[in-house]
């Protein structure tokens, strides 16, 4: 496996499930993203972590969990969520934010849909 | 706030060459990125800018205009595969990165 994967690429839940999204990068960065993509806007981010430590949390609602057990894998917990949050839900990995151009690599992403 | 803002859609024909505009408004200014996503596929990068100036990588080149806030992509040469969104994110002050909505490049033959 190279560069960033993510399981599963389709996800179809309830609004009383629980599941989790996965992201494992292969390029030997040091911080990892995650991003919620909807049609016709702009890309949002959720979570970063750099050095596996949580460094920003944009106001996302805490049905909304993220975990970094290590530096290549990061989890998104999910649970209760609801309609609206249906969207493609994009990992990516760079080296230490905001150095150069420290351009992020992202995995194909998780196209959830809530019922 | 911040905004970014870049077309919504642009038409080109094939062979021909097409400039996307991006302009910020940002809570400062440490870089400017351009990526492309084809559709359903994961965006990838194309392009850095930092100072003022033209940076020119292949058939595609990137301006920047720090004073104006302004950015450009300029595709040359183009082709049926470079149909696809391409996205403007620029870094602020507290090195995270803003983001357009992307605009929707469609090449006609």
């Known amino acids: 496996e190279t560069g960033v994967t993510q399981t599963p690429r389709h996800l179809v839940m309830g609004m009383t499930n629980k599941k989790s999204l996965k992201c494992e990068q292969h390029?030997?960065?040091?911080?990892m993203y995650w991003y919620k993509q909807s049609a016709k806007k702009p890309l949002e981010l959720m979570f970063v972590y750099s050095l596996e430590e949580r460094v920003e949390n944009n106001s996302v609602p805490s049905r909304f969990s993220p975990e970094c057990p290590n530096s290549s894998h990061l989890f998104l917990h999910l649970h209760t969520l609801q309609p609206e949050d249906s969207a493609l839900y994009l990992c990516?990995?760079?080296?230490?934010?905001?150095?150069?151009?420290?351009?992020?690599?992202f995995g194909p992403g998780t196209r959830l849909t809530v019922l | 706030g911040q905004n970014i803002d870049q077309p919504t859609e642009m038409t080109a024909t094939e062979g021909a060459i097409v400039q996307i505009n991006c302009t910020y408004q940002?809570?400062?200014?440490?870089?400017l990125f351009w990526y492309q996503q084809h559709a359903g596929e994961a965006p990838t990068f194309l392009s850095y800018n930092v100072l003022d100036g033209l940076e020119e990588k292949g058939r595609f080149s990137s301006f920047l205009s720090r004073s104006k806030g302004y950015s450009y992509l300029l595709l040359k040469e183009l082709q049926m595969k470079d149909s696809a969104s391409y996205l403007c994110?620029?870094?602020?002050?507290?090195?995270?990165?803003?983001w357009g909505a992307g605009t929707k490049l469609i090449i006609k033959p």
């Open positions: 940002t809570s400062g200014f440490n870089g």
């Open positions: 390029l030997g960065h040091n911080a």
């Open positions: 994110a620029v870094r602020d002050s507290n090195y995270q990165l803003i």
């Open positions: 990516a990995s760079s080296q230490v934010p905001g150095q150069g151009a420290d351009e992020q690599f």
